[in-house]
């Protein structure tokens, strides 16, 4: 039986291409040699990547323990909801544009997982949709100035968009008579030699005002240019490019946080975040991704209407934490400010998480670790703990919502 409560915990990086050189590897405080893009940190128990406990000099597989002592773990009333821990933890730090990508709801998702799981497609498959049966709602917190796609554009704006770029013209009125399904399904199923006949000379006037700086990161044509720079021969067109003139591009200072629920198309554009989501790795592309695309899936689980996004800034509690409110019982988050020497209690409803930014963390209660920046800490169920800073510091906590 362990004794402890509090424990410090070591997650994974992943190596994605589309990840930073140094933001990662400098946070950690690891070398980076030979030189890999570093795009992920994870902290949990998704099965492809399992976060480990150092329990004296003991290793413990984070996923192992769930499944041996789930009601010492996660808590009994997570363990009956959920059946595991129900969020996975992430620090992203996003050098290229991500894929554009959509998340199944939980019910869709179950049952995409079961017809690939009858099909016979392996889990670890290139063309595998579902990778498990659970949905993937998300927030990310910036942790520098970050830019993303999210929703569509309203109808008015998205109606000025195709009536001023000239290669757009010619879909103005399919919009206005069908909508937003009808216009997405038409670019995202036309041919490549199509695509590429309406958004070449777009791409070129792009990458031509990008080299005299006339534009601006609020502008799609910038990230169109940033996704070409380069290259002196433009071959086959990303359909991808549509959507980065059809979405709302949204800037998110530090601090800043943006949540995105099924059905919301995005993609994350450049910057750093704190990202949670529900424990899943179930993603539908629909392009700027050498990945596999699945159009006909990613429209079928698509919210086709416009949005306004909302950036929020959390709900400040008075005591060096501020709270952003999610509407999915999977996972909360808090952003931690502490002053050297302030402290703050706790009682945990579920595992939590703390990972630390800035800073060293004395996190105390049945065991006591302190972390600096690049530490983290995971305290299991039902453990009343302290959080001291010993010196000024920056962290967040993921936990399960009461």
Known sequence: MLQDRIFELKGKVQHYAWGGFEFIPNWLQVPNNPPLPCAEYWMGAHPSA??????????IDLNYLIQQLPD???GKETWQRFGELPYLFKILDVKEMLSIQVHPSKAEAEKGFAAEEAAGIPINAPNRNYKDKNHKPEVMVALSEFWLLHGFLQPDVLKR????????EPLAALFEKEG????????MELPQQQVNIMLLPLVLAERQK??????????????????????????????????IYFFNIVQVQPGGAVFQGAGVPHAYLEGQNVELMANSDNVLRGGLTPKHVDVPELLKHTVFEGITPVV????????GERLYHCPVPDFG???????????????????????VM?????????????????????????????????????????????
Do not use: C
């Not at 968009?161 to 757009?168: C, D, E, G, K, R």
């Open 312 to 319: 929020m800034q959390g709900e400040d509690t008075g005591k």
């Open 50 to 59: 399992p976060s480990l406990l150092k329990n004296g000099g003991e290793i």
């Open 333 to 355: 988050i808090s952003k931690l400010q502490l002053a050297a020497g302030q402290t703050l209690r706790h009682i945990s409803s579920s595992l939590e998480i703390i990972v």
């Open 210 to 243: 990008y080299k005299a700086g006339q534009l601006t990161k609020s502008q799609p044509g910038w990230w169109v240019a940033k996704l070409y720079e380069g290259q002196e021969f433009v071959g086959d067109i990303d359909r991808g490019v549509f959507s």
């Open 161 to 168: 968009v195709l009536h001023s770029v000239p290669a757009f």
């Open 180 to 187: 937003y399904r009808a216009l997405y399904q038409h670019v």
């Open 72 to 74: 010492v773990a996660v």
């Open 358 to 402: 800035a800073g060293t963390l004395r996190v105390s209660g049945r065991g006591m670790v302190t972390v600096g920046k690049g530490g983290t800490v995971a305290i299991l169920a039902a453990e009343a703990y302290e959080l001291q800073a010993v010196e000024p510091v920056l962290a967040y906590r993921a936990f399960v919502p009461r």
